[in-house]
């Protein structure tokens, strides 16, 4: 929808929580795994987007139960590091 913004968005706020919780020793870590998880949901969206044209609707939604599992982990430990960020600037 509307060319992926959403998810565009979504990837974008990811990424900056990424950056500021990197700048912490304690949430290096932390934000090296939500780095890595973000990556493989960026690669496996991608391949998803092709499917509908390439083999039709059906195959495009046969793991959507899993997608969307996984796009929801991540959307979870995001804010689980957005509020690790908070806090260490409020301790700091």
Do not use: C
């Amino acid at each position: 929808m509307k060319n992926g913004q959403a998810f565009k968005l979504f990837h974008a706020e990811v990424q900056d929580t990424i950056r500021k919780a990197e700048e912490t020793a304690e949430l290096k870590p932390f934000a090296q795994e939500l780095k890595g998880a973000m990556e493989r949901l960026t690669k496996v969206t991608l391949h998803l987007i092709g499917l509908p044209r390439a083999k039709g609707p059906e195959v495009f939604l046969a793991d959507s139960t899993l997608y969307l599992e996984f796009f929801g982990i991540i959307s979870i430990a995001w804010q689980w590091l957005l509020q690790a960020v908070k806090v260490s600037k409020l301790s700091a």
